[in-house]
């Protein structure tokens, strides 16, 4: 009953008034023994760089859930920090395999990785049945929740693409290490007090190299690429295509695909090549690019490498003409736009060509 206790005084946001069920008590009394714990270690290679030392680990208020995680905020060595704590369902052993394969590969990605519009990782830790992994805490929350807090078509143009190309430039430095997300979607994008965009939730991430098929799969339908949906061979343009519907979110603040339940959204998008509708005001800049990226076939979307180009000359051109997204006209030749120099395109005499 101690160790209850204990799971009671941290979980703030429980209901008391409702009893809690004998699988929800026995599920409580895992938790409340790990968070009680004086620490463990990720077991391998590298043990000694990202275990974390539980002592120094303060636990707060929860402000995310999921069906087997929850996150909360918490002070890890007098820093301010996120704490995702993933619990494997004793009920399902296949399940807390999958979810332990997870973690792991989690933790060994985010390990490798150092960007400013990457989530920085701190430390991890495995005592099963429960996982946790400790990374910085952003006060912005997620770009969903900003976004939903908003009026549709209301984020201003200049806003649209400064977070664009934060997430580009993360997503860039991500395939770049020969990591696909597979999970790029607004609630996996989170905010920093001067709304800089860092990607995060790597829990199925995978490298290049290791992925397979889709087979099996388990992402968001809304936000995820037809041959995904298909359970087809996957590239790094996944996530490409999932930019093109974040992009989407974030000139029109709503959710893709709201007037349908995800397997509807998924059938309309593999059978009948559905996309989110475009709004009318949207600038022609934009979907131009958007198009390209949630292309069907995914040798006609760009890399980030051209998409992260694409939007700083985006911002270049913007800088010398505040009325540039009015007078964008799309270059049928990319390859002969890019050998010019941005102060011709930028040309008050001329229309924009990007």
Known sequence: MKNLHWFKQISINAKPERRLSLGEYRRAISWSKYLVSSGAEIKGEGEEEWGADMSQLLIGCKFASGRHSRIYRGIYRQ?????????QPEEDESLAVELEKQFTSEVALLFRLSHPNIITFIAACKKPPVFCIITEYLAGGSLRKYLHQQEPHSVPLNLVLKLALDIARGMHYLHSQGILHRDLKSENLLLGEDMCVKVADFGISCLESQCGSAKGFTGTYR?????????????KKVDVYSFGIVLWELLTALTPFDNMTPEQAAFAVCQKNARPPLPPTCPLAFSHLINRCWSSNPNKRPQFVEIVSILERYVESLEQDPEFFSSFVPSPDRSILRCLPICILGHRSTRKSI
């Open 79 to 87: 820093r301010d920090v996120a704490i995702k704590l993933v619990s």
């Open 223 to 235: 936000w995820m690429a037809p041959e995904m949906i298909k359970e087809k061979h996957h590239t």
